[in-house]
């Protein structure tokens, strides 16, 4: 293994790389040394450059918090996320799918809801919204007994675990379908909200000349024995962001039908002025029912943090 050249590196490493005995781990292995070995060589990579680099991994890594997860926010501003969704979802990449980005702020304990129960769990303001949605089959028949995870930001742009002032799980809730594949519930109209840029993917943005703003939208997770764990957003259609996603999810089937209401016959007898329905159908493959890893554990403490949106 004694190198003599920059040329020599890259098969030696590959040939040491021969001892493990997971094949689908030596495949994953093995492209990302080929691929990263001809990543350096392709940018003539300098010294300064790759310790650089070393320190904003570790940078990432810094910035990650039981309450606030920066990898994933990398992984979503470079579009990782979105492709990596796409490639498994949609019979794998074949078909248009309502597949999305599970992002930075889920939380497994939502609190069980009944179906039509409101997630307000504390004063949060916003126009009422009314929800109602179905889980399906690739052939269009209802999945029963699914479980549902619904969370989203409140209109000032915070996911209750960013904020100390709501309350724990406020605009989160765990639904089961009916026999008919249908859950609902209440909240509020989501607005789009700035991811954080206080750490390296702040950095990265700047840089970028990007922006950081996320379009409104709501956020679900379907579990069921026998189907593959069904994660997605759906989008705001009048949202000015749409095609500048910062974390490139926008999809054309989860741009979504929320419908403003002036007045009228609201399903709550408290609304009276203007209010909103919604209405979505998601379509679940058939596969290996497994949650994702929580990308965060807790409940942020301390003061509220401060909102900075990158102008371009």
């Not at 590959?14 to 030596?26: G, S, Y």
């Not at 679900?220 to 997605?232: D, E, P, R, V, Y």
């Not at 949202?239 to 209401?261: C, M, N, W």
Request: glycine share 8%; with cysteine; hydrophobic share 35%.
């Amino acid at each position: 293994m004694i190198i003599q050249t920059q040329a020599d590196v890259t098969p030696k490493v590959l040939a040491e790389l021969q001892r493990a005995d997971n094949p689908r781990f030596l495949q994953v292995i093995e492209s990302l040394v080929t691929h990263l070995h001809a990543f350096a060589r392709d940018v003539r990579l300098t010294e300064e450059e790759f310790h650089l680099a070393c320190a904003y991994v570790n940078a990432i890594g810094k910035a990650t918090t039981e309450s606030h997860n920066e990898a994933v926010l990398m992984a979503g501003s470079l579009g990782l996320s979105a492709l990596v969704c796409l490639l498994n979802n949609g019979d794998h990449g074949q078909t248009e799918t309502t597949a999305n980005l599970l992002g930075p702020f889920w939380r497994p304990e939502s609190p069980p809801t009944p179906n039509d129960a409101s997630i307000i769990r504390s004063p949060t303001a916003g126009d009422p919204l009314f929800c109602r949605c179905w889980v399906k089959d690739a052939d269009g028949h209802p999945i029963s007994g699914a479980e549902v995870d619904v969370w989203h930001s409140s209109t000032e742009g915070f996911y209750e675990n960013q904020d100390p002032e709501q309350a724990e799980m406020n605009l989160r809730g765990k639904f089961t379908t009916d026999t008919e594949g249908y859950f609902g519930f209440r909240s509020i109209l989501p607005a789009g909200y700035p991811i954080p840029v206080n750490g390296p993917v702040g950095q990265m943005l700047r840089l970028l000349k990007r922006h950081n703003m996320r379009p409104a939208h709501l956020h679900f997770l379907i579990a069921k024995q026998a189907f593959k764990t069904h994660i997605s957003q759906v989008y705001v259609s009048d949202d000015p962001y749409l095609e500048t996603d910062v974390q490139f999810g926008v999809t054309k089937a989860l741009i979504g039908s929320y419908v403003r209401h002036e007045g009228g016959k609201a399903p709550a007898a408290d609304v009276t002025g203007t209010w909103y329905s919604f209405e979505q159908t998601f379509t679940a493959e058939r596969g290996v029912s497994r949650l994702p890893r929580p990308p965060i554990t807790a409940k942020a403490e301390g003061h509220r943090p401060v909102l900075e949106v990158i102008n371009t």
